[in-house]
């Protein structure tokens, strides 16, 4: 293989670049927060951002022998609307899917599992409001 070569292949691979966005700079804080945050109550991380064709997951994490799958919403102060607000019954069920495929791709399908949600606002100074939602959601699985 040439230097060259390798190059070519480094070149092509998709990188994470910084968002230029300002809602995606305050959704990715909003996320370390928030895994801060669920360290602190003893949770483990085991996945950021678990992406698959069926939707994303913002936190895949194991408290005690549960596994808990969160999304996270972030909202600047000046933002009027609750950010609870902001994940509807399709965003749930695309997590849902999501939570699906991973379970079957780690082969944990027999543990148990809750959706939390997390909501955070954060004021023009200090520290942010945090809000944690356990059960935030219960999927229909059969």
């Known amino acids: 293989m040439s230097f060259e070569f390798i190059k070519r292949v480094l070149r092509s691979l998709p990188w994470p670049s910084p968002p230029h966005d300002p809602r995606l700079r305050l959704g990715r804080r909003g996320e370390r927060w928030a895994a801060r945050t669920l360290k602190r109550q003893r949770h483990r991380i085991l996945a950021r951002n678990f992406r698959c064709r069926a939707g994303e997951i913002d936190l895949i994490t194991l408290f005690d022998e549960t596994l808990v799958f969160v999304e996270v919403k972030s909202r600047s102060s000046d933002d009027r609307a609750d950010p609870a607000e902001a994940v509807n019954r399709d965003k749930w069920e695309r997590i849902g899917r999501a939570a699906r495929v991973y379970l079957m791709t780690h082969r944990t399908a027999n543990r148990s599992c ?24 219960q999927p229909k699985w059969s």
């Open 114 to 137: 809750r959706f939390d949600l997390i909501t955070i606002v954060w004021p023009p100074q200090g520290r942010p409001r945090v809000e944690h939602y356990e059960d935030a959601y």
